[in-house]
């Protein structure tokens, strides 16, 4: 079992960058893929980046592409997402969650099901 708990959110400016972090425990992180979801209220859960166990492999969604840095640290249990250029239409909550197998798709209905452990998520507010 992992237990995965998420920080670093808040209210921000447009434009402005904030780092979330994801700090994992009762497993190492190491053995597990991880990603990082948002969802807007009022709209379905939206995956935004993954990396690998090794953190060689980054995918991520249009939407952060060239914006979101996904990182980990396997030594302190705690994967990252570095948030630059914030818009108004990244307000939304952030979750982690931790995956035991490889990625095999990346289709929007069905990439949330890979992950086998969640975070309970943290608040990002973009003001305009």
């Known amino acids: 079992q992992v237990q995965l708990v998420e920080s670093g959110g808040g209210l921000v400016q447009a434009g402005d960058s904030l780092r979330l972090s994801c700090a994992a425990s009762?497993?190492?992180?190491?053995?597990?893929?991880m990603g990082w979801f948002r969802q807007a209220a009022g709209k379905e859960r939206e995956f935004v980046a993954d990396?690998?166990?090794?953190?060689?492999?980054?995918y991520y969604a249009d939407s952060g592409k060239g914006r979101f840095t996904i990182s980990r640290d396997n030594a302190k249990n705690t994967v990252y997402l570095q948030m630059n250029s914030l818009k108004p239409e990244d307000t939304a909550v952030y979750y982690c969650?931790?995956?035991?197998?490889?990625?095999?798709?990346?289709?929007?209905?069905?990439?949330?099901?890979?992950?086998?452990?969640w975070g309970q998520g943290t608040q990002v507010t973009v003001s305009s």
């Open positions: 990396i690998s166990w090794s953190g060689g492999r980054t």
């Open positions: 969650a931790a995956r035991r197998f490889a990625l095999s798709t990346l289709e929007s209905t069905l990439v949330a099901a890979q992950y086998n452990y």
């Open positions: 009762g497993r190492t992180l190491s053995s597990y893929g």
